[in-house]
T-cell receptor, first 115, second 114 residues
Framework: DAKTTQPPSMDCAEGRAANLPCNHS???????VYWYRQIHSQGPQYIIH???NNETNEMASLIITEDRKSSTLILPHATLRDTAVYYC????????????????FGKGTKLSVKP | DSGVTQTPKHLITATGQRVTLRCSPR?????VYWYQQSLDQGLQFLIQ???????AKGNILERFSAQQFPDLHSELNLSSLELGDSALYFC?????????????FGEGSRLTVL
């Protein structure tokens, strides 16, 4: 899987939008961008994924640059419960060879939402 | 609630011992993944099974082994335990080979080796 680069930590005021950046300059054409988060020591939770178009769901929006070398996860109205480590992961969407779907996590961004 | 069940939630044991962690995937999910999370290593992929067969192997030690049973539950066996094996062990499941990329994680089993 391509490597990603994320800032180690970010702060956000409660009620404001949280914009979490991710660089993935070596992403290949078949690789998707996925975002997961981990609240304290709970199991990671899927947030959203995309290939090249912007995506939105009930949790967040994903903005991918046209050259696909970077992306931004947007939490539109951050709450205290959004305090977590956010992981940006790139991987193939379908199974290729021996890589059958496992996600490779980096260090992520620790987002602190403050009142 | 992700639908993935892991037992036990907490386990304390001594060095040299052997433990078994159990994972029940979401109903209908064929793939099971095991991850280890220690303070200094982050989330490390260990191994994946799909419908009873090993599909991918990550940084799993030779002292560790896993299997997926016909009812699709999985067990991770850790033997000759060392202090450094103390960690959170997560199980995740997905429908197939996770073509959608969505893995559902359990709440983890916290292993403490004394």
């Amino acid at each position: 899987d391509a490597k990603t680069t994320q800032p180690p930590s970010m702060d956000c005021a409660e009620g404001r939008a949280a914009n979490l950046p991710c660089n993935h300059s070596t992403i290949s054409g078949n690789e998707y961008v996925y975002w997961y988060r981990q609240i304290h020591s709970q199991g990671p939770q899927y947030i959203i994924h995309g290939l090249k178009n912007n995506e939105t769901n009930e949790m967040a929006s994903l903005i991918i640059t046209e050259d696909r070398k970077s992306s931004t996860l947007i939490l539109p109205h951050a709450t205290l419960r959004d305090t977590a480590v956010y992981y940006c992961i790139v991987r193939y969407h379908m199974n290729y060879g021996g890589s059958q779907g496992n996600l490779i996590f980096g260090k992520g961004t620790k987002l602190s939402v403050k009142p | 609630d992700s639908g993935v069940t892991q037992t036990p939630k907490h386990l304390i044991t001594a060095t040299g011992q052997r433990v078994t962690l159990r994972c029940s995937p979401r109903s209908g999910d064929l793939s099971v993944y095991w991850y280890q999370q220690s303070l200094d290593q982050g989330l490390q992929f260990l191994i994946q099974y799909y419908n009873g067969e090993e599909r991918a192997k990550g940084n799993i030690l030779e002292r560790f082994s896993a299997q997926q049973f016909p009812d699709l539950h999985s067990e991770l066996n850790l033997s000759s335990l060392e202090l450094g094996d103390s960690a959170l062990y997560f199980c995740a499941s997905s429908v197939a080979g996770a073509g959608t990329g969505e893995l559902f994680f359990g709440e983890g089993s916290r292993l403490t080796v004394l």
